[in-house]
């Protein structure tokens, strides 16, 4: 049964491989910074157009922060990955992406109680698997 968030994290893992692939390909003349910069303005500018389809409620000054940190970190993370597939063996860096399978599984568990059923861990063990194997 597909639904809106299993399409959406299908097209973003696609879209996350793609920009892998590119960022290798991309010369060592042009900085980190201006390719992580330039895929964090796509990216806002996706979310920016999608937004149009979305319901608007006000938002607290927690949640205010808790956005502007999460951005924050998206940005440290995608330089730390243009970095890492620019500079390392792609075998080498893939192993750690899948991390953060395990990590969201974890966080999905201590902050909502959610556990994966036998699907998705199928899912998990199927993409993992093939990551790590290739």
């Known amino acids: 049964h ?8 299908l097209v973003s893992a696609i879209l996350a491989a793609i920009r892998d692939l590119v ?9 980190s910074t201006v390719i992580s910069l330039t895929a964090t303005i796509i990216v806002g500018l996706s979310a920016f157009t999608l937004g149009f389809f979305e319901t608007w409620v ?3 000054r927690i949640e205010t922060l808790y956005v502007g940190g999460a ?23 893939t192993g750690y992406r899948y ?9 999905g568990y201590l902050l909502w109680g959610e556990v994966p059923d036998a699907w998705a861990v199928t899912g998990i063990a199927l993409i993992a698997g093939s990551g790590l194997y290739t």
């Open 71 to 93: 951005a924050v970190l998206v940005s440290l993370g995608s330089f730390c990955i243009v970095n890492a597939f620019r500079n390392t063996d792609v075998g080498v860096v």
């Open 99 to 107: 991390s953060g399978v395990a990590f969201a599984v974890l966080i």
């Open 58 to 60: 006000p938002i607290r």
């Open 23 to 31: 960022t290798r390909r991309i010369g060592n003349h042009v900085p």
């Open 2 to 9: 597909m639904n809106i968030a299993a399409i959406t994290a």
